[in-house]
């Protein structure tokens, strides 16, 4: 029912920024909750930032607070990750994810549609 493709990982330096993006695919885009998940060598996948089907609500996890900002433009089926003042504790596989339901939830197992992942490294 919906595709979702990340892109804008690589490699930066600390203290640097980074902005990733997520199209997903099909007409109801603006009906799902959306959130980015990161997944650290040897670390199970986590919570980074979420976002309300309307955009009016966004969550974001302890270590991203403050860093991150997540957002959405659902007229191009988009939403988006700005990533600053990263760290090497930052780099992880990012993973889009969504669901069918306006609020936005920390699990992952409240999320049905899952993208294939984007690599970011941040360097020492």
């Known amino acids: 029912q919906v595709q979702l493709v990340e892109s804008g990982g690589g490699l930066v330096q600390a203290g640097g920024s980074l902005r990733l993006s997520c199209a997903a695919s099909?007409?109801?885009?603006?009906?799902?909750?959306m959130g980015w998940f990161r997944q650290a060598p040897g670390k199970e996948r986590e919570f980074a930032a979420g976002i309300s089907a309307s955009g009016r609500m966004t969550s974001y996890g302890d270590s991203v607070k403050g860093r991150f900002t997540i957002s959405r433009d659902n007229a191009k089926n988009t939403v988006y990750l700005q990533m600053n003042s990263l760290k090497p504790e930052d780099t992880a596989v990012y993973y889009c994810a969504a669901r069918p339901y306006s609020a936005v939830v920390t699990s992952i197992r409240g999320y049905d549609y899952w993208g294939q992942g984007t690599q970011v490294t941040v360097s020492s």
């Open positions: 099909g007409r109801t885009f603006s009906s799902y909750a």
